[in-house]
């Protein structure tokens, strides 16, 4: 049962986190249909960085010392790096959208074209392959937490808990629910959260308030592909096996279901994202799943064809969006222009 909740984790956790950051991008107003370009290019990003550090001064120096406190505060800096260049990206799509005013369905098409074009591009100029690796070897297992956060033999004491969340789970898990948290508290609770909920809402009451509407959205959108970016790294750790590709299999397509299922609200979204998290592990270790803890792995014994269960998540996803999609509210500005001669 750990091993299940830890993996249903692993998907789940990326997945919440590139949802929020389509709500900030529509809440403000802007459609942000580039979730998937930005979660590439952030991976990419974030990969290339933990690729690259490993190789310089201070860096061996600091292995040699303390190996897991470096590896995993390599992992806070890759995050940090896939947020600041995913916001970068997404200015393109806040640019088209805000000031040229461009079909945002349109602009987000183009990016999530451009983005593994771009990625695939580059790694083929770096590695003369397909894929780009954090490190050579079983990487996953180097930038697992190896002890508990409480000290040594703190695993053993926590029992069933310690096995779950702390012995072999990643510090990009914590991060990523923290920031969950703060940001969703920032989104519904203070005064930057309000006014970017009014522009997507009712661009003109907001500016008749004395609101930039422009501002606003622009924040929104970057925010979002910050997130994107951060999600995207995140991925790229957990769930595909420390690697870049050019691919993220669909997860900002799925993070988008999730926002909607979750009718953009983050508590919501939060069970939206564990529920197809969830889909997303059966589909991935079926053959692998002790459910009882006995050795029997009664998913492999049902003996229905592999295939079904990678398409677990997909058809989960249209069904539950064929039964929600009709109760859901978007933002009522969303994906409008803002026109302020316009009333």
């Known amino acids: 049962m750990s091993f299940l909740i830890q993996q249903t984790l692993l998907y789940a956790i990326p997945l919440m986190i590139v949802a929020l950051a389509g709500v900030f991008a529509e809440r403000s107003g802007i459609i942000n249909l580039a979730l998937e370009g930005m979660m590439i290019f952030g991976a990419f990003c974030g990969v290339l960085f933990v690729n690259t550090m490993q190789d310089t001064e201070w860096v061996f120096a600091a292995y040699r010392e303390d190996k897991y406190a470096t590896l995993q505060l390599i992992i806070i800096l890759a995050m940090v790096v896939a947020a600041i260049l995913g916001a970068i990206l997404s200015l393109l799509l806040s640019f088209a959208s805000i000031n040229l005013r461009a079909n945002q369905t349109i602009g987000g098409t183009a990016i999530n074209l451009l983005a593994p074009a771009i990625v695939l591009f580059l790694i083929r100029m770096l590695e003369g392959q397909n894929t780009l690796?954090?490190?050579?070897?079983?990487?996953?297992?180097?930038?697992?937490?190896?002890?508990?956060?409480?000290?040594?033999?703190?695993?053993?004491?926590?029992?069933?808990?310690?096995?779950?969340?702390?012995?072999?789970t990643y510090i990009t898990n914590y991060i990523c629910i923290l920031l969950f948290v703060i940001l969703a508290i920032i989104l519904y609770k203070t005064r930057f959260g309000l006014r970017v909920r009014s522009c997507g809402e009712n661009p003109h009451a907001a500016d008749?308030?004395?609101?930039?509407?422009?501002?606003?959205?622009?924040?929104?959108?970057?925010?979002?592909?910050?997130l994107a970016g951060m999600g995207g790294f995140v991925y790229a750790l957990t769930t595909a096996n420390c690697s870049s590709n050019g691919d993220v299999a669909g997860f900002g397509f799925l993070a988008l279901a999730v926002m909607i299922f979750g009718n953009w609200k983050p508590l919501s979204i939060a069970g939206a994202a564990m529920l197809f998290g969830f889909f997303k592990c059966l589909?991935?270790?079926?053959?692998?799943?002790?459910?009882?803890?006995?050795?029997?792995?009664?998913?492999?014994?049902?003996?229905?064809?592999?295939?079904?269960?990678?398409?677990?998540?997909?058809?989960?996803?249209?069904?539950?969006?064929?039964?929600?999609?009709?109760?859901?509210?978007?933002?009522?500005?969303?994906?409008?222009?803002?026109?302020?001669?316009?009333?």
């Open 133 to 168: 690796f954090l490190a050579k070897g079983d990487a996953a297992e180097w930038f697992m937490i190896k002890k508990s956060m409480f000290g040594y033999g703190a695993k053993e004491s926590m029992g069933f808990l310690g096995d779950t969340f702390v012995h072999k």
């Open 208 to 226: 008749s308030l004395g609101i930039n509407v422009k501002k606003m959205r622009y924040a929104g959108t970057t925010i979002s592909g910050a």
């Open 283 to 343: 589909a991935a270790g079926y053959s692998s799943i002790d459910i009882n803890g006995d050795g029997i792995f009664l998913l492999k014994e049902l003996g229905l064809s592999p295939h079904l269960y990678r398409m677990l998540p997909y058809i989960v996803t249209l069904i539950v969006l064929a039964f929600t999609s009709k109760n859901s509210r978007a933002p009522k500005a969303e994906g409008i222009p803002y026109d302020k001669g316009q009333r």
